[in-house]
């Protein structure tokens, strides 16, 4: 990376965590590789852009006194931005099927966030039918910023900031600010994880050092999915996340990898391009254990029903290079993993594939449309290598 790059290179949080994971993986994220979205993330974004519509609301001309409009409203943002987020999570390379029943679930959550700006403002546990004008015009009172971007001065560290919050006192003065993550994920258990901890403080503390005239400033971890609170509590991250800028310089070379359970084990999109998890799991004695299992494989055989005879590899060598076991399986390819699968082949793509999170528990591998299926092409340590030879 040239200086003028890395200059303006800005670590986020969600950069942070993938580098301390696994540096490979945070380099391949950097590599311009076909992006990839799931379900989660678009509901994500469509409950918080609906929250952010709500924050918005135009009330001009609205009686003080009104109940009855925030349902439809409700439903009518949600709507609109689960719409837009449909298409471009088709418009995503990477993507599994679309499932339109999840909408019930984007409802229960946006409600979780509607209860939670409730709590803020002192009226918990009041169903949005009975909340009035009035009361929603005190709540845009409190918010200070909404989607907004965090940046220090220097440009090197930054975040997006989903909710900015005024505390205030019995005398209605500003006590504090307070920033509110919006979560829709698993509502933790206990307390807040490592990673969602540091990036709330991370929000605080790019916030101080912007703000040198500020009030006490918290960050919360807003779980809409409870609807819970998790306040993140701890010393400045600032020359932690200084530090770690210094290092993310990406280079040319691909960065070291930490192959493991915790890491290829759990959820890595970039698995296509990466030999170890596949020499990890050879050397571990786990490759294609679980009733989840990520493989790389020949396609002997293909119908248009999507029933195909599939070869297992293993590694031959630490970069990844194919080597075909004589184990051939049945399987059946699905949803977009069928679909996947017949744009490589009519392009004429011959080599190995990588299937991802294929579910191994019957006797005919299912080859689901939650499943990646692309063309395996590891990249080597010292760089791009041709495998094909
Ligand atoms: S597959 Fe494992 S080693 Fe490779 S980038 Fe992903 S997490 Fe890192």
Redesign the pocket.
């Known amino acids: 990376m040239s200086e003028q790059e890395k200059r303006q290179f800005s670590l986020s949080p969600s950069a942070w965590n993938r580098w301390e994971?696994?540096?490979?993986?945070y380099?391949?994220s950097r590599q311009k590789l076909p992006r990839k979205t799931g379900m989660a993330a678009a509901l994500g974004t469509a409950v918080h852009a609906s929250i952010e519509d709500l924050v918005a609301v135009d009330l001009t001309g609205k009686e003080a006194s009104e109940a009855g409009w925030l349902p439809s409203e409700m439903e009518r943002v949600l709507r609109a931005r689960w719409e837009e987020e449909k298409v471009s999570f088709h418009a995503t390379p990477r993507h599994p099927d679309w499932k339109e029943d999840k909408f019930g679930n984007a409802r229960k959550q946006q409600l979780g966030g509607v209860e939670l700006l409730l709590r803020h403002a002192g009226a918990p546990a009041l169903h949005p039918s009975v909340v009035s004008v009035a009361l929603w015009r005190r709540i845009q009172s409190l918010v200070i910023a909404c989607e907004g971007e965090l940046r220090t001065t220097d440009g090197r560290l930054m975040g997006r900031l989903d909710l900015l919050l005024a505390d205030v006192d019995g005398d209605g003065k500003v006590s504090g600010w307070k920033v509110a993550d919006l979560k829709t994920g698993r509502t933790p258990d206990g307390k807040l994880s490592e990673t969602v901890r540091r990036q709330l403080l991370l929000y605080r503390d790019i916030l101080l050092s912007n703000n040198t005239d500020h009030p006490p400033v918290s960050a919360e971890g807003w779980y809409t999915d409870g609807p819970k609170v998790y306040v993140a509590e701890g010393d400045s991250v600032l020359e932690q996340a200084y530090a770690a800028w210094q290092e993310m310089d990406v280079t040319e070379i691909p960065m070291k990898?930490?192959?493991?359970e915790d890491?290829?084990g759990?959820f890595?999109?970039?698995?296509a391009?990466?030999?170890?998890?596949w020499t990890?799991r050879k050397d571990s004695g786990k490759l294609h254990a679980g009733n989840f299992a990520d493989a790389v494989v020949l396609v002997e055989n293909f119908e248009p029903s999507g029933a195909a005879v599939i070869e297992l590899c293993e590694p031959a060598d630490e970069a990844g290079r194919p080597q075909p076991t004589g184990v051939a399986l049945a399987a059946i390819f699905e949803g977009n993993a069928k679909i996947a699968l017949e744009k490589l082949l009519t392009d004429g793509y011959q080599g190995a594939v990588f299937i991802g999170g294929v579910m191994t528990s019957g006797r005919v591998w299912r080859i689901g449309g939650w499943c990646d299926v692309l063309p395996w092409s590891p990249i080597a340590d010292h760089g791009d290598e041709d495998l094909t030879s």
């Open positions: 994971a696994c540096p490979r993986q380099w391949l990898p930490t192959p493991g890491t290829c759990g890595c999109d970039w698995k391009w990466c030999p170890h998890w990890w």
